[in-house]
C-alpha cells in the first residue's frame, strides 16, 4: 500500500501535467502519474487526434514512457480529471495496465480535492492474458 506522502505526489503530479493535456474534441483532460517500484514518477496526460482512434489516453502516455525509460514495475497510479467523483480509467486503458500490473493501486483525484482509491483488479476483474506470458 502506499505512504500518504506517495499519494500526494502523485495527485500533485497527475493534477498538474492534466493542464497540459491536448484535449480540444471531447474537453475531458486527464493527467496521470505512474509509481514505478523504485519510486520514480512518470506523467503522461491524453493527447486528442481528429481521427479520434489514434488518441491516447493519460494512463497509456504514463505507461509507455516509463517502458521507453526502461521500466516495466509499477505499483500506483494517480489519475486526475475534472469529473465529480474522480473518474476511472476507460476499458482500453485497464487492459493496457494489466499487462504489468494486475493490481496496480490507483488514487483518482479531482481539482475540486475528491479522492477515491482503489485497484486495478477492482475494476477489471478478468484481464485477457496470453498464455506463457506472465
Known sequence: MA??????RLAATALSVRRGAYAPYSRFKV???LMTEDGVVVPGCNV???S????????????????????????TMAIATGASPPA???GMCLQFMAEFCVD??????????ERRTTRLSRLLKRPFRWKGVQ
Open 48 to 50: 486528442e487526434n481528429a
Open 3 to 8: 505512504r500518504r506522502s506517495d499519494w500526494d
Open 88 to 90: 476511472p480509467p476507460c
Open 52 to 75: 479520434f482512434g489514434l488518441c491516447i489516453c493519460a494512463e497509456r502516455n504514463a505507461m509507455t514512457t516509463a517502458v521507453a525509460l526502461g521500466q516495466q514495475r509499477f505499483t
Open 31 to 33: 493527467g496521470a502519474a
Open 104 to 113: 496496480l493501486e490507483l488514487l483518482l483525484v479531482n481539482d475540486k480535492g
